[in-house]
DNA sequence: CAGGAATAGTCATATCATTGAGTATGGTTC
DNA sequence: GAACCATACTCAATGATATGACTATTCCTG
């Protein structure tokens, strides 16, 4: 029952239809919540059908039709008792994590190498958040931006998600250095 | 087919049962995995099936009796291979991120609320794994230990843990007095 | 004009994860 | 001695997620 609040609080942010709601839950840059496009048109199926948001169609004569939605004021007062009850903590899962667990028993050179490449998707991904929150601000400052917008969810988020990016890309250098000076590998 | 190398990595460091598993397990302390006890009861009963893990009968006459779990080989070539394949990053999804996303659009005092609990909670994190980091390397400077040390694992990703939990409480705070200073609430 | 990419979406299935309720034993505390 | 907690584990039902295969249109490139 967590998609569908996601699914709601990008839909503030205007209009999208099921496939752009797709690309911002996209891996490459979703930086609250991931999820695959058909589980998102499943969603809105749902959320349409209980009157949490509303779609009309767009007839399109370049390309094909498509469904547009926004959120109902039913679909408001979900997302605020979605975020008066207290959340758990969401859990670790990283594949990762679990290699670099395992590594003293392991050969350590495909570890390093999924180290070394993680780093620099890790390095990536905070260009793109810096990018995208420049973006956001406009050419106000952090702090101004942060004290009068009436729109920093967005940018709030985004800030998680690269301080979670930065700080991986620092663990993943790191372990992967640790791991080559102590056993010297040919990969 | 995750939890089982996670599963198996843990056994790396000895024999458990499940009921000692499920406290590894568990998000209080699960630096790397999450998993409540039904799960890992269930997987062990896979993996021993599978031939990866091998487990022995403990009568105990002060408590009821227990199974403990080893690795076999076979588990440990399990766990190789699974090293050797590139693994995706895990996806973020956090309600907590949610609710911030949509905090224009909502009353913010839960959300404020929520941010403290989570930064308090994300302290204690913190303070335990550098309990555990102090506990894993003795009385060797970390830098000595992980030169040294053949079993570096735990504490590495020990250390990512801590990393994940310094950055959220950073951001819980930073957040939740941004919030309050711009929406001054009673709560 | 054939092939591929981008847009826009659907269906089916299998596995995974979550939740809640149980069973059983022994020790400790009030 | 009743209640409760810790150990140790099981079963069942539901809900969420992942995976793969599909349809259809239009634009662009070679």
Same mark, same amino acid.
């Given at each position: ?72 004021? $039913?679909? !408001?007062? /979900?997302? =605020?008792?979605? @975020? +008066? ?11 990762? &994590? ?14 390093? $190498?999924? !180290?070394? /490449?993680? =780093?620099?998707? @890790? +390095? ?11 973006? &956001? ?51």
């Amino acid at each position: 029952m967590a998609l569908r609040h996601a699914v709601l609080a990008v839909l503030l942010d205007g209009e999208y239809s099921g496939y752009q709601l797709a690309k911002i839950f996209d891996v490459s840059c979703s930086n609250f919540w991931y999820a695959v496009p058909q589980q998102l048109y499943a969603e809105l199926t749902k959320l349409e059908r209980a009157g949490l948001i509303a779609g009309r169609q767009v007839i399109q004569h370049d390309r094909p039709n498509k469904r547009l939605f926004t959120v109902t004021p $039913a679909g !408001l007062a /979900e997302l =605020a008792a979605f @975020a +008066a009850v207290p959340s758990k903590p969401s859990s670790i899962r990283e594949d990762l &994590l679990v290699m670099v667990q395992a590594v003293d028993r392991l050969d350590p050179a495909p570890v390093i $190498a999924q !180290l070394e /490449e993680r =780093a620099v998707i @890790a +390095a990536a991904k905070v260009e793109l958040f810096d990018r995208m929150l420049r973006q &956001l601000r406009g050419d106000l400052t952090e702090e101004t931006f942060l004290r009068e917008s009436d729109r920093i969810g967005p940018y709030l988020t985004c800030l998680r998600g690269r301080g979670f990016e930065q700080e991986n890309r620092e663990w993943c250098e790191r372990v992967a250095a640790l791991l080559r000076a102590r056993a010297p590998v040919s990969s």
